[in-house]
Structure formats: structure tokens, C-alpha cells
């Protein structure tokens, strides 16, 4: 039976482990000035190096012929016999009380090849509470000859009395270029042909784990080779080109393309809910393209820029998908959230630049503000009372429409009259407020929509755009027309009658000429100006 590449390749001495530095160094100097600890934490995610340097270490302080760069010589009696004064401890299986009283009674034996005896405890947050606090007095006064190495991924599991026993060493995940050189030599080893982007694809995908980027590299040489083809065959992951083309389609809104190629992707076994992190992953990139930046470890740059939008809100489309990613992690039907969410996505035609936020927010409490009143003022509109003689409005006189037979487009507005609108303009604060005062919150929201487009012969015009058609619809119903036209007059102290119409049906009212200037129109032409002088 063949031996895994990272049981293979595990590193034996302190030059073998990457991406450490910072841990390694101050191991080599308390070695080299003999101030070896009782105890240590060693903490950090997964495939880091944790194991391995506490195996290294527990070899070095026993080592016959240690060697200040390279560490251990791995050829002594002390480095061979290694296995007998090394203890490593399975904190996940041996979790009890028990387990933890049967190494204390075992430590009180003196090493049999070197001068310490070592307890690698990996995993070291699985025990249970009961087993912490019987090592403790242990863990604190230990023998002379005894060194505790704890290994964890969960260092926040660890009880605060643990930890402050213990010297802490935090190691980091392993930068990328790091991992590809590591991989790159494990491959010239094996004689294992390799694409070099493919490697690249590998050191990137592991999240700073040695051990998985190795794990994947050593899956993949099955098949011969180290290639991208392979890599998404074995790991069920899609192409890169297959992420690319639906992000692409998502930016331009094809809902159609999407899907076809989601249902693509499924017909492949690709795993549906690896495909969340993979669009996420490539969002990222895309992100840093939007900003003008390129990082060295980015694939398909040149695809990438092809499909990024400088206009679209990338950041909030990674956040969403994120969301998707945890519902789709505990569904029985993932692929059903991803096409949904992708459809959703692609109807979404209004971005948070296309509209005013704070008007938005302004409609939304009036039109609250009105459902309110609605609810509990059911019939409110005919209960209440006239502005000026206090008769119930379903008793006043009702205000029919005025006919507009004598409308004409409307050409040019004078300066006299743009003033009147802009007066009338001035006073809606007033008009708001009255109709406020008398409870009628609905019809200031309705007029809130509305334009005043024209003031001619005491008329006021009221206009909407064509996609307001309900407001207008709402506010030209004859109780709500009489209310504004009650509000207006009493505002404004004069008669005033108002018209509801479209923007496309801005107007002008001509004035009712005098018989006999018509008679003399009609005889002259424009051959002579008239002019009408009141006395």
C-alpha cells in the first residue's frame, strides 16, 4: 500500500516547514539557550504545521547531534528512538477524566533515550471539562523532564487557567506562492507532470493549508497528470469559464442563459453547493478588477476584465450570495435556492444609484401613515367635517369635474401665470397642513405625486405621469376632489376650481372673448391688433 503524499512528504526538520517563521525562530532559540518550556499551545487552523513542528521540537531537545539551522539530525540514537519518549495523545478520542488520570500516572517515568519525555496532546479543545481541570495541577508543576505540547484549532475552547500555563504560538495560514513551491518540489519528486496553472489553482483553493493542497495534489496525480481539467473532475468543481459565463449572464440580466447553464453544471455532477464559494471567489477578483488592481495569483485575468461592469454593486452581490451559501448548506434541495436566487438576481433592474433613497423613504411612511388611517378609520373620508361651515362632507355640496371642452396644447406658459404657480407652490406647506389637521393624511400623499402644472381663469391643473395612474385615478374621486378644492380655496381665500389630469395633457385655457371682438376677429383677420382697456 502506497503512502499519501503528505504523510510522505511530513516535514522531519525545522527548514521543512513553510510559511512558520515566526514560530520556528523562537523554538531554535530557547533550544540554543537551553530554556525550554513545560508547556506550549500551539494554535492555528487546519494543515498549518502544528503537528509537525511539535514532533520536530520534541526530536531537536533530545537530539545528540541538534544542529542550530536545521534542526534535528533525524540519524542519532535519541532521533530513531524518537517514537518511545514521544507520547501523542488523540485529545478527541481521549477525552475523560480517566484518560487524563492514567497520563499523570505515567509521567513520573524518567525518558529512556534523551533527556525529555514530550505529550503532544492534538486537538487538545476536545476535552471535557472534567479532564481540563485534572490537568491542570499537572500542566502547572509538571516533572523536570516532562514537556506538554498542545495542539489546537480552536484556541477560544481553551480555559483561560490552560492558556495562562502555557507559552501561546499562533501559526498563520501559508501564503499561496509558498504552498506552490512546496507542491512544485513534491512533483519534480514524484516525476508528476503538472500545468503550472493548474498548481497555482491548487495553492489558492486551499485556504493557507498545507496538508489539503497536498491532499488535492496528491488526488489529482491519479490521473496522470496535474491539469484543470482534472483538478474540477475530481474534486467536482465547475470551470473557471463555466463561472466566468454566469457571472457574465448575471451582470447583463439573461436569466435564460443562467439557468441553462446551472442545469449544465448539474448534468456534469459538479456539486451545486460548491458553486457559491466558487462565484464568490471569482466576484472577489473581480472586485479587485473593478478597482484597477491585479493580484499575482489571479487566473483568467484577461476574461475577467471583459465581463466586469464598473457599474454594478459587486460587494452586495458577494454578500447575497454568501447568505445563499448557508441556506444552500443545510437544504435538500440546493439547486432549487440557486436557481431561484439567480433569477431573482437577474430582475433586480434598479440599483441603489437609480433613485433617491431618502425620497423612497419619505413615500414608504406616507403611504404607512395612510394604511394606518385606513385601518382604523374605516369610512373616515365621509365623517369628517367641512374646512368652513363644519357640515359632514357626505352632506356638503358635491364638486362634479368641470368639463374641458375648451382645452388647447399648451405652447408657452407668460411669466404672470408661472408666478401664480409658483405662489400656489409656496402655500402647499399650508394646504398639507390643514388637511392634516383635519385627519385626512391619505389625500397629502396622493397629492404628494402630483405637479401643479397651470393656473388659469381661478383653475388650478393638477398633473401625473403615465405611470401614476392610480393616484390620479384616487385623488379625481369626487369626495377627494372636493376636500383639495375646499383646502385650496380656503388657503388661497378665492373660489378656485381644480383639474386632475396626465403630463401629456398640460394645457391652456384660452379665455371666453367678448361677441362682438370675435365678430370683428372674424371680419378683419389679422390685419389689426385689438386691445381691451377696463375703464
Not at 82 to 107: C, F, G, H, M, P
Not at 119 to 127: A, K, P
Not at 198 to 215: E, L, P
Not at 374 to 381: A, F, Q, S
Amino acid at each position: 500500500m502506497s503512502m499519501a503524499l503528505y504523510r510522505k512528504y511530513r516535514p522531519n526538520t525545522f527548514d521543512n516547514i513553510i510559511g512558520q517563521d515566526q514560530v520556528i525562530d523562537v523554538l531554535k532559540n530557547q533550544i540554543k539557550e537551553n530554556k525550554i518550556s513545560h508547556a506550549y499551545i500551539f494554535s492555528g487552523v487546519r494543515g498549518t504545521g502544528k503537528t509537525s513542528t511539535a514532533k520536530v521540537f520534541a526530536r531537536a531537545i533530545n537530539c545528540i547531534n541538534y544542529d542550530e539551522q536545521k534542526g534535528p539530525c533525524n540519524e542519532c540514537e535519541s532521533c530513531l528512538n524518537n517514537y518511545v519518549d514521544t507520547i501523542e495523545i488523540d485529545a478527541a478520542s481521549n477525552n475523560s477524566v480517566d484518560n487524563i488520570r492514567q497520563l499523570k500516572d505515567t509521567i513520573m517515568y524518567q525518558p529512556s533515550f534523551g533527556k525529555y519525555k514530550t505529550y503532544i496532546i492534538d486537538e487538545v479543545h476536545m476535552l471535557s471539562t472534567g479532564a481540563f481541570n485534572a490537568l491542570l495541577k499537572t500542566l502547572e508543576e509538571p516533572p523536570s523532564h516532562i514537556v506538554f505540547i498542545l495542539a489546537t484549532t480552536e484556541i477560544n475552547k481553551i480555559p483561560s487557567t490552560i492558556l495562562s500555563r502555557c507559552q501561546k504560538f499562533e501559526f498563520k495560514k501559508v501564503n499561496s506562492s509558498d504552498i506552490k513551491k512546496r507542491l512544485v518540489d513534491i512533483l519534480e519528486c514524484e516525476n508528476i507532470p503538472y500545468e503550472d496553472n493548474a498548481v497555482d489553482f491548487i495553492s489558492n483553493s486551499c485556504d493557507g493549508g498545507v496538508r489539503d493542497a497536498i491532499s488535492i495534489l496528491d488526488q489529482v496525480s491519479s490521473y496522470g497528470n496535474i491539469s484543470m481539467n482534472n483538478i474540477d473532475f475530481v474534486t467536482g468543481r465547475a470551470s473557471i469559464e463555466d463561472i466566468d459565463s454566469l457571472i457574465d449572464n448575471m451582470f447583463k440580466k439573461n436569466s435564460f442563459e443562467c439557468i441553462k447553464l446551472i442545469h449544465g453544471l448539474i448534468s456534469k455532477s459538479i456539486d451545486v453547493k460548491k458553486l457559491p464559494f466558487q462565484i464568490i471567489s471569482r466576484l472577489i477578483d473581480a472586485l479587485y478588477i473593478q478597482n484597477k488592481v491585479v493580484r499575482e495569483d489571479m487566473t483568467e485575468v484577461e476574461n475577467l476584465k471583459k465581463i466586469t461592469n464598473k457599474d454594478t454593486d459587486i460587494s452586495k452581490l458577494i454578500t447575497s450570495i454568501s447568505e445563499l451559501e448557508n441556506e444552500m448548506k443545510y437544504s435538500n434541495a440546493p439547486d432549487i435556492l440557486l436557481q431561484a436566487f439567480v433569477i431573482k438576481q437577474c430582475k433586480e433592474q434598479i440599483t441603489e444609484s437609480n433613485f433617491d433613497i431618502s425620497n423612497l423613504v419619505q413615500k414608504i411612511e406616507m403611504l404607512e401613515n395612510t394604511i394606518n388611517e385606513l385601518k382604523t378609520n374605516r369610512g373616515i373620508i365621509q365623517n369628517k367635517t367641512d374646512f368652513d361651515s363644519g357640515v359632514p362632507v357626505e352632506n356638503s355640496k358635491e364638486i362634479v369635474k368641470p368639463k374641458l371642452d375648451n382645452i388647447k396644447p399648451s405652447k408657452q406658459i407668460s411669466t404672470e401665470e408661472q408666478e401664480q404657480i409658483d405662489f400656489v407652490n409656496s402655500l402647499m406647506p399650508d394646504i398639507n397642513s390643514l388637511l392634516k389637521e383635519n385627519k385626512f393624511a391619505h389625500i397629502i400623499a396622493l397629492l404628494h405625486e402630483g405637479t401643479i402644472r397651470r393656473y388659469v381663469n381661478e383653475c388650478v391643473y393638477i398633473s401625473y405621469p403615465e405611470t401614476h395612474g392610480f393616484h390620479k385615478n384616487a385623488i379625481e374621486r369626487s369626495d377627494n376632489l372636493s376636500i383639495i378644492q375646499r383646502a385650496f380655496s380656503k388657503i388661497l381665500k378665492k373660489d378656485l376650481t381644480i383639474f386632475i389630469v396626465f403630463d401629456d395633457e398640460v394645457i391652456e385655457i384660452e379665455e371666453k372673448k367678448d361677441e362682438m371682438i370675435e365678430k370683428i376677429e372674424n371680419l378683419f383677420g389679422n390685419q389689426i391688433n385689438i386691445e381691451v382697456i377696463n375703464d
